[in-house]
Structures are given as C-alpha cells and as structure tokens.
C-alpha cells in the first residue's frame, strides 16, 4: 500500500502550478464574493491533506479495488436520486448531516480510476464489440444517473473523459474512424433537430441557452449574463481594474453576474487583474494538463498512463468549456473553472486527482 520512494522523482512544479492557480483563484473569489473566501481556503488545507495522502498510496493497490470504486460511485448517485438535497430546481447534492457534498464531482475522478484499471485489464479486447459493449453499459448506467439530477454539463464532461481514456486505452483506429464517420453527420442531424420550434429533446432552459448564444438580441433575458461576462473581461484591458475594488461602473459590484465566484469567474479576473490574469490562469492550466501528460507518457504501468490521460482531459476540457462559455464562444453551461472556481467538492476532488497523478509520477519508468 505504501512503498519507498525516490524524491527526485516528485514532481514539485505540479504541486507549485497547482498551489499558484488555486490562491489566485481564492483571491478573484474573495474579491467576487467575500464570504466564500474562507470556505475556498478550508477546500484548500482539505485538498491538500487529501493530496499528499494519495501521492504517498500506491495507486496501483488503490486499483485492485475497482469494482468497488464503481460500486461506491453507485451508491453515491443512487443516494442523490433518492434522498438527495435540491438547490435552484437541480437535485444533486447529497446531506450526510456532518457533511454536504456533490457526488457528480467525484464521479469523473472514480470513473477515471476504473476505467483505468477496466481498460488495461482488458487491453487485448478492447476493440471487440463485447468489450465495448460492456464498457458502454457501464459507462452509460452513471451517465444517466447524472443527466436525471439534471446536470447535463457534467454528463458531457464525463462522456468526453470517457472517449479519451478508451482512446488512450488502445481503442482500434478503424473503430474510432468508424464511430466518427456515423458520429459527425449524427451531429448535424441533430443540432437541426433541437432548433426547431416545439423539439422535445432538450429541456426548455437548454433550448433557450442555445438560442441565446446565436440570437443575444431576441433572446436578451437568457443572454444577459454572458454579455455582461464579456463586458467584464473587454473593461479589464491590460492590467485589471484590481481585486477589491469599489468602481460601481464594475460588472461584478454592480450585480450584473449571477453567482461570480462559480461559473463565471473567469470574468470576474479578466476585469479584476486584466488580460495579464486572464492569460496566466490559462498558462497555469495549460502547464498543469502538460505536467499531468509528461508524467503519463513515463509511467511504468498501463493504468498510471490513461489514469493521467484522463485527469488532464478532464481538466483541459473543463478549462476549455468554462472560459469559452464567459467570453461567449460556447452557449452557456454550468462548469466550473478548476482550481479557481469556489466549490469544496470540486476542489478536493482536483486535489485527490493530482495527488494519484503524483504518485504514478513516483513510480516512472526506468531505462
């Protein structure tokens, strides 16, 4: 379970970006929201210890228990389903009395850590269509369970992490070619679907996200906030208006941003610390996810490789959805911005991540 490592073999410039963007972020959160500022700062110390606890366990003996990673995550998303806690007409919280948590987050690291081992252990089937089958029923049973609290943001996101670790799993490329050659037109058949007036496929408040992204003007009272997302980070210019300020011209002390310290953080920085933060948190990022692929392109074993895979997948996308969402590339969702957006669960969950990443560090190949 624990094992002797070698120190030169840890990667401390991980751990440095991490810590960097994650003050950074409690920093733009207090500036946004005061009173979640400390709340950041305990899923801070939570995640930390929760890191080098998992840096330090052999991830491999973590993985000999995969069935029951995926039952846990079962109980879990059951237990929303039935008794789960709803906030703004969305159940997906889970109240144990002691402690309040979103199962959804940790979902995408338990998945990641099954698949993983699920993938590697059938590595010479992965192709077949038993195989994919199976894999596709297992993935599609939390999926579902996801998408019903309803959180369809987050069942894309899983989806999406799911492609990359069958992908990196060794996934024929006749098959992927195949899948994209029926996917692609599929694609387009169905986005002209749900544009049409009266379509049952989509949820309302989706239809209308959608069409508030192509058509702002008819669709004011949907777009308002991303408008003022992007209002907010255009004011900010080079170097920010600052954090705490008080210029009531500002979109965020003028209550322009529903919720800033989530999904929409990333405008709070861009007006508050400018182009130059907006651009470090993006660099921060991008050297988190290259960190996590270094790190799986020397791992020593099967898992340790699509397990990094799949975390800086995940992370990229996030990073990629959230920040297109606040300067209206993409129609609005509810993703959050890792390691800067407030949300305990997501927090230690990122941390919980990065310190498995840590420790498939540990144990790279030797030559």
């Known amino acids: 379970m624990l094992k002797q490592y070698q ?25 946004a929201k005061e009173e979640y500022q400390s709340q950041q700062v305990i899923g801070m110390v939570l995640g930390t210890i929760a890191m080098l606890a998992f840096a330090l366990m052999d991830y491999r003996f973590m993985l000999r228990f995969y069935w029951l990673i995926y039952l846990l995550n079962m109980v879990f998303l059951v237990g929303v389903a039935l008794i789960g806690t709803e906030v703004n007409g969305s159940k997906r919280w889970l109240d144990l009395g002691f402690l309040r948590f979103q199962p959804s ?5 338990l998945l990641i ?3 993983a081992k699920f993938f590697s252990k059938y590595r010479e089937s992965i192709s077949s ?13 939390p999926l579902y369970l996801v998408k019903e609290q309803p959180d369809l943001s987050t ?16 996934l024929s490329y006749k098959i992927i070619g195949a899948v ?4 692609i037109p599929s694609a387009i058949i169905f986005i002209n679907l749900i544009m049409q007036e009266g379509q049952q496929i989509l949820d309302d408040y989706q239809f209308r996200r959608i069409m508030a992204w192509l058509n702002p003007a008819e669709y004011a009272d949907d777009a308002y906030q991303q408008q003022n ?7 900010g210019q080079l170097y920010g208006k600052g954090l705490y300020n008080n210029d009531i011209s500002s979109v965020k002390n003028g209550n322009f941003i529903v919720e800033p310290q989530t999904d929409f953080i990333f405008a709070v920085t861009g007006e508050e610390l400018g182009f130059i933060g907006c651009a470090a948190v993006i660099i921060l990022l991008a050297l988190i996810v290259m960190e996590c692929l270094w790190i799986a392109k020397n791992s ?21 959805v959230n920040i297109s969402v606040a300067t209206g590339l993409m129609p609005n969702t509810g993703l959050p911005l890792p390691f800067v957006s407030y949300g305990l669960t997501s927090l230690v969950m990122l941390y919980m991540g990065i310190g498995i990443v840590l420790n498939v560090g540990l144990q790279p190949k030797k030559y």
């Open 7 to 31: 120190l030169r073999d840890f990667r401390l410039r991980l751990v440095v970006f991490v810590y960097t963007i994650t003050i950074l972020g409690i920093l733009v959160i207090g500036s």
């Open 300 to 320: 020593k074993e099967r898992e340790g490789m699509i397990i990094c895979c799949g975390f800086g997948g995940l992370i990229a996308f996030q990073s990629l």
């Open 113 to 115: 850590l099954f698949f």
């Open 180 to 183: 994209l050659a029926v996917l």
């Open 155 to 170: 069942t894309l996101t899983i989806a999406f992490v799911f492609c990359v670790l069958i992908f990196v799993g060794g």
């Open 229 to 235: 997302s992007i209002i907010a980070i255009g004011s």
């Open 105 to 109: 987050e940790l979902t995408k690291l």
């Open 129 to 141: 269509l038993k195989t994919i089958i199976i894999s596709g029923i297992l993935l599609l049973i």
